[in-house]
């Protein structure tokens, strides 16, 4: 494996090397917010279904030969309700393993250190040669299992922002290039709900890995780990919704159940995205939202791939 | 609208009339067990990546101008672990909406009526036109929303098996297809979970919607609501493992995250699938499974399309 760690500015930079895996670079959250729905008021006049009828959201991704799963991981909390359910999620944490399917290098967005056996299950049945575990920041809610990975998969790197504070194989920033066989994912720079918060946008821009900084009709809170709703504000706008109005939008939470959604629908229906700055600082500052359950052990952990360290 | 409700026969009846929604024919479970991984003592030799690299999972449909989406809703349960967490997800049921980007017809596949207006949000945000939901059989974990989103949509009908003892709008059997726009799905009977299981396949053969019949790494119990094991092998050897091996599989539940699947894969790592059919019949009455937490009270309801009525 080659060991190439290139930085491509600007973003959209069409030639670049590539970020191989198995770089020997040396390199070393809090989580989101509920996102509600939904606001009526927005001021764009895009259609999201006919921006482009041929792509939009029939497929999660138009690359050929690009294994795509998308993974979920819950956290439930107690709610008497009237219809007989006592308990609801609070949130839902997603994984995202993408693959070449003729190399079959593989790379895992996110994981969790509970399903570790789900994931690393999927990875063995599929014969996929798992290369890179990424994280789009220092998660606050839950602990990665980025480091467990590497004890159980030889030859595995960890990644994640050089403005995370967390350490890792590979540090990752703005126009990196993560590849897996012939595919690769580019790195944007997102921050605001922390200050290392990343985006990976596929190398078509068909798919595009949020993290907390954009969430489906909402994104990650703002007031703490070096969040800040102006940088917030700037890295949806100038990063993600930038990109193509059919991409298809992944994610790391949900709490409506809801998997996946387009940037033309989150240009079109974000209910605090679609606001001025100044509306979406004001509405930031005043969230009130209660210390995350996890955040203590999470973060302390996540600074070092997870429990089990670097 | 038109109204014709068609059979055809056989499944793969290339040209046939299709059943438009709105229709005006006169017509007349217990969801799944869990799904454990994952034995390894499989007799196919496919490899699931290399059958098909163009298409295999990088997309959750081929098909041009169809809109797909899959949602989530999640039962928990009191689990006291080591890990901090109280509460796990016990099931996770799976609601799909398809559409036409160009007609915006679309259908919704086993809503559940706690989701309700998420459901119905989604589809008022991109204007689409609701004319069908469609249950893949009387479910026994949860309440379809169908009877409610009735009177809330105009002109929506609802449908299920003719075989399953429910009221609907529409009776549904072997071969009938369900039009959305320039697309369709089309009805193959699965008995086995219950007597009144269906799957839907995609025109293109490109995604199948198994309800309970068959789950990833896993199948639908078999022990009530008239389940027969030995009907239920039949039902996925002859009409769901007979689809292409990168046909994405998306069942009505998921107990581990899994979001989908693709028949080369269940097809080599079912755990009981795999199995004759006599191994599969004796796994299968020896479950010992307790009975569903909410199984008479939703039985009940969705044998008139949920608390709702039809």
Do not use: W
């Amino acid at each position: 494996m080659c060991s190439i760690l290139t930085k491509v500015r600007p973003i959209h930079r069409a030639v670049a090397l590539s970020l191989r895996l198995g770089a020997s670079t040396e390199c070393s959250r809090y989580a989101a917010t509920q996102s509600r729905r939904l606001s009526r008021g927005v001021n764009s006049v895009v259609d999201p279904l006919l921006i482009n009828a041929r792509f939009y959201c029939s497929r999660t991704a138009k690359t050929e030969g690009l294994l795509f799963r998308q993974f979920t991981y819950l956290h439930c909390k107690f709610v008497q309700n009237t219809i007989c359910h006592l308990f609801e999620v609070e949130s839902c944490t997603y994984t995202y393993l993408l693959a070449d399917t003729k190399t079959k290098e593989a790379i895992i967005i996110d994981p969790v250190l509970e399903t570790i056996d789900r994931d690393l299950n999927l990875v063995m049945e599929l014969g996929l040669k798992l290369t890179l575990a990424v994280n789009t920041h220092c998660h606050a809610d839950h602990i990665t299992s980025s480091g467990l990975m590497k004890k159980r998969v030889s030859g595995l790197k960890s990644a994640i922002s050089k403005f995370s504070g967390a350490s890792a194989d590979i540090l990752l920033s703005e126009g990196d290039k993560i590849a897996f066989g012939k595919h690769y994912l580019t790195v944007r720079e997102t921050p605001g709900h922390t200050d290392g918060c990343i985006t990976f946008v596929s190398a078509d821009e068909s798919m595009v890995f949020t993290g907390d900084s954009l969430l489906i009709r909402g994104c990650g809170r703002t007031d703490f780990q070096q969040g800040c709703p102006k940088c917030l504000y700037d890295s949806v706008h100038d990063k993600i919704f930038t990109l193509p109005d059919n991409c298809l939008i992944y994610p790391a939470h949900d709490y409506l159940g809801q998997t996946v959604s387009t940037v033309g629908e989150e240009r079109k229906f974000n209910p605090r995205l679609t606001k001025s700055k100044d509306e979406f600082v004001e509405i930031m500052n005043n969230l009130n939202l209660p210390k995350p359950f996890k955040i203590d052990v999470s973060v302390s952990a996540n600074l070092v791939c997870g429990l089990h360290g670097l």
